[in-house]
């Protein structure tokens, strides 16, 4: 006599793609530091994640997870000045989010330690939530050892100082992580035109506290520090 399977079997089976896709966009949708929520399919450069035994670099995700995100050294022969803006290589990732900034450049933003080495970020909120809390996201860094922190300027796409750059906050525009972020301006002039369009309201680079990054990114971990 010829078993029948199960009358579940089929629809089980049916069903196991879909919660590992489901399990696969999860780690994905959390590798932002507000564990967005994403629509079908994650952006281009999402984090990807490998176990770890330090903290995690993901507010709301387990210790037991981390990004890697090593950082770019500082090269003599380029003829730069060692705190000068570099170009994002297309390797480099973002510690924070896992992503890589290079795939969307007029978000990128940087920050250049001492020793010449930098990391790469996918944005300018990713940037601030970074200098909040610079040991956690790349252990045995201090934020006083950061000497340079630059922004890309969303009018003209150049790098600029993040510390002199105004930035708007709530607007229509969404970054790399398809959620709301810090477009960067040369002046509150520029930003105030960019909220003629896209809503928000314009802040200067010492305004950005971690109340206003909890808005942008609900899971902020408490241990954030203003910048």
Same mark, same amino acid.
């Given at each position: @006599?010829? *078993?029948? +399977?199960?009358?579940?079997?089929?629809?089980?089976?049916?069903?196991?793609?879909?919660?590992?896709?489901?399990?696969?966009? *999860?780690?994905?949708?959390?590798?932002?530091?507000?564990?967005?929520?994403?629509?079908?399919?994650?952006?281009?450069?999402?984090?990807?994640?490998?176990?770890?035994?330090?903290?995690?670099?993901? +507010?709301? @995700?387990?210790?037991?997870?981390?990004?890697?995100?090593? +950082?770019?050294?500082?090269?003599?022969?380029?003829?730069?000045?060692?705190?000068?803006?570099?170009?994002?290589?297309?390797?480099?990732?973002?510690?924070?989010?896992? @992503?890589?900034?290079?795939?969307?450049?007029?978000?990128?933003?940087?920050?250049?330690?001492?020793?010449?080495?930098?990391?790469?970020?996918?944005?300018? *909120?990713?940037?601030?939530?970074? *200098?909040? $809390?610079?040991?956690?996201?790349?252990?045995?860094?201090?934020?006083?050892?950061? /000497?340079?922190?630059?922004?890309?300027?969303?009018?003209?796409?150049?790098?600029?100082?993040?510390?002199?750059?105004?930035?708007?906050?709530?607007?229509?525009?969404?970054?790399?992580?398809?959620?709301? $972020?810090?477009?960067?301006?040369? $002046?509150?002039?520029?930003?105030?035109?960019? /909220?003629?369009?896209?809503?928000?309201?314009?802040? +200067?680079?010492?305004?950005?506290?971690?109340?206003?990054?909890?808005?942008?990114?609900?899971?902020?971990?408490?241990?954030?520090?203003?910048?």
């Amino acid at each position: @006599m010829r *078993l029948l +399977p199960h009358p579940h079997t089929a629809h089980d089976h049916a069903r196991q793609p879909t919660r590992r896709a489901a399990l696969t966009a *999860l780690l994905l949708g959390t590798a932002g530091v507000a564990a967005w929520q994403w629509q079908a399919g994650a952006p281009q450069g999402a984090a990807s994640v490998a176990p770890g035994t330090s903290s995690s670099a993901l +507010p709301g @995700m387990g210790d037991d997870v981390c990004i890697v995100a090593p +950082p770019t050294p500082y090269d003599p022969s380029s003829g730069q000045p060692l705190a000068a803006a570099r170009e994002v290589p297309a390797e480099a990732r973002c510690p924070v989010c896992g @992503m890589y900034p290079a795939r969307a450049r007029a978000w990128a933003a940087q920050a250049i330690f001492a020793d010449g080495d930098a990391y790469f970020f996918d944005s300018p *909120l990713s940037l601030m939530l970074y *200098l909040g $809390n610079v040991a956690h996201y790349t252990r045995g860094r201090t934020h006083e050892a950061i /000497v340079a922190r630059y922004v890309t300027d969303t009018e003209t796409g150049a790098w600029r100082d993040a510390q002199s750059a105004v930035y708007v906050a709530g607007s229509s525009a969404l970054g790399p992580m398809r959620a709301g $972020n810090l477009p960067a301006f040369a $002046n509150a002039e520029a930003a105030q035109r960019f /909220v003629q369009q896209r809503g928000g309201r314009a802040v +200067p680079f010492s305004a950005i506290d971690a109340p206003l990054l909890r808005g942008l990114a609900p899971n902020l971990r408490a241990d954030h520090h203003q910048h």
